[in-house]
C-alpha cells in the first residue's frame, strides 16, 4: 500500500468541501470522532467514563423537546381523572 502523503490528503479534503460544504465537514468530523472514541472504549472495556462528557448542553436542545420530556407542575401535581365507567 503506499505511503499517504499531503498531496492525497489535500485532494481528499477538496472533495469533502466540494461534496459537504464548509459548513457541514467540521460537524461530520466531530460526529466520526465521537463514534471513534466510543467505539474505543466499547473494546477496552472503559464504558461510561465519557458518559458526562458526551451530554448535550441546555442551548442545544429544542425547547419542544425539553418541554416533552420534563412535566410541568400543574400535571404533575394533578389527581388522577375519575372513572365514569365504575358504575
Do not use: H, Y
Not at 468541501?17 to 461530520?28: C, D, N
Not at 458526551?54 to 404533575?76: G, H, K, L
Request: hydrophobic content about 45%; proline content about 11%; charged content about 25%.
Amino acid at each position: 500500500m503506499p505511503n499517504i502523503g499531503p498531496l492525497e490528503i489535500g485532494i481528499v479534503v477538496a472533495i469533502a468541501l466540494v461534496i459537504f460544504g464548509p459548513k457541514k465537514v467540521p460537524e461530520l468530523g466531530r460526529s466520526a470522532g465521537q463514534a471513534f472514541r466510543e467505539f474505543r472504549n466499547g473494546v477496552s472495556g472503559k464504558e461510561g467514563e465519557n458518559e458526562q462528557k458526551a451530554v448535550t448542553p441546555a442551548e442545544d436542545v429544542p425547547a419542544a423537546a425539553t418541554a416533552a420530556a420534563a412535566p410541568t407542575e400543574a400535571t404533575a401535581s394533578a389527581p388522577p381523572a375519575p372513572d365514569d365507567d365504575k358504575a
